[in-house]
């Protein structure tokens, strides 16, 4: 399959990330004004495109460029799932030339997306930190 990587969305293909945003369970009260902010204040986007450069996968990636990157977001288009996507997405995030210094990448999954992050070095071995949330609502 053809497609592209971009780093900046336009206007249509941040629309089609709402969408697919509403329709995950772990994003679907995302709306367009909160996306937009959130699309301003990520260090680096990669999207992915197809022919039509409608967007078909996407993530987004906190850091310091040091110490520390996380990896947000990881979503492919259902249309376009179990097609070797989310790898290609994967490896242009971990592959990033301004990720090649940092220290460490994390990334937040659902225990049955382990084995797929883990094809990528990532490990649910934490050396006893634990994950801690503190919600605004």
């Known amino acids: 399959m053809n497609y592209q990587v971009v780093s900046h969305l336009n206007e249509q293909q941040i629309l089609t990330l709402v969408e697919l945003y509403q329709n995950e369970f772990w ?17 680096i986007i990669i999207a992915l495109l197809d ?10 990636i ?13 979503i492919i288009s259902p249309s376009y799932r179990n097609i070797g996507l989310g790898a290609k997405l994967l490896e242009t995030a971990i592959n990033h030339p301004q990720l090649k210094d940092v220290e460490t990448i994390a990334l937040y ?5 382990i084995p797929f992050y883990q ?8 050396n006893g930190l634990q994950l801690m949330y503190r919600c605004s609502q």
């Open 51 to 60: 022919e039509d450069e409608q967007l078909i996968g996407f993530s987004r």
């Open 119 to 126: 094809r990528w070095g990532f490990s649910t071995k934490t």
């Open 62 to 74: 906190l850091t310091d460029f040091v110490y520390r990157a996380t990896l947000y977001d990881v």
């Open 109 to 113: 999954c659902l225990p049955n997306m």
């Open 27 to 43: 994003s679907k009260n995302r709306k367009y004004e909160d996306v937009l902010r959130m699309l301003k204040h990520s260090d």
